[in-house]
């Protein structure tokens, strides 16, 4: 393996990110990519006001049924088990290059200022999780690709108005934001899986993840939750349903909201050692990686998406600090 070091053309270091500017892709089950489907209202449906420059992100009612679910568990380890969420999105013609995901949940009596999460794992797959053929083409179970996890301002309350027992808004489930940074993922035209966990601050505590939510509407999904196997219910992937109320409200397969972030296209990261420059110093990093030593950088190595790790990625590096599009 040749790991010989190119020299880059003078010239000043490239902005970081000026070659591949994340923008809103995707917002699961909102029209809006850049707003979560957190149905983020001023006032409840029975009339009480959100706290000042806050929202109440209320279990929705048609007619007389509601969803009778706050949220759906996350976490990874808690009193009553781990769990991992997985829901579809389709890529159009183009592709587009991955640089974010954000995923929303709350744990009863977290107000913050601290998140009570510490962690996020997730994986994208090419079918649904535990069909026959599914298949990671990105992430694992174990790194924590977590970046930030702030608050939404954003409370999520039971109905206020559906029979029985309709609940009065509380200020106790406070919905974070929480963000992983994924280094330029390149996925072509299709359908996938993206799947995901918390990993929380007090390790014996939840993290609950509310359904899509559209006011006025019981809407229906086919996210997956995995768990683990508890009493004659084995482990495996599971429909995500919420029962409704009052008891003979219809069982409906929810969605889960999430945003992702990245190109249309095909991207690339040019800040390989990613110490906020694009300049010489992340050649000598993909260098290092080629040559074998990978501490300088948790980049893919195989720049120029070709398949092998060598020295035409060292080129291609090269080229794109020089002035070069992407390859």
Known sequence: MRTTLLLVAASLPVALGALARAEPLLSNGSANPASPALGAASATQSGVPAPTASFWSEAP??????????????????????????DDFSVPAGGWTLQGVTVYAYQPGAAGPMSPFVGLTLRIWSGRPGDAGAAVVFGDDVTNRMGSSQ???????????AQPLPQAPDTTRLVWATTASLPSVYLSEGQYWLDWQYVCLDPNTPAYSPAVTVPGVRSVGNAVQLRQEAGRAHAGWYAVVDAGKPAEAADLGKDLPFLLDGV?????????NQDGNVDQDDVGCLAQVVAGDPSCSAQDPDFNRDGNVDQDDLSALAQVIAGAPCP
């Open 151 to 161: 608050p939404t301002s954003i409370y999520r309350v039971f109905s206020t108005t």
């Open 264 to 272: 249309p296209g095909v991207a690339c990261e040019p800040d390989f």
């Open 61 to 86: 009612i048609a007619g007389l049924h509601a969803d009778a679910v706050g949220g759906f568990a996350s976490h990874a380890i808690g009193a009553d088990g781990a769990f991992r969420f997985a």
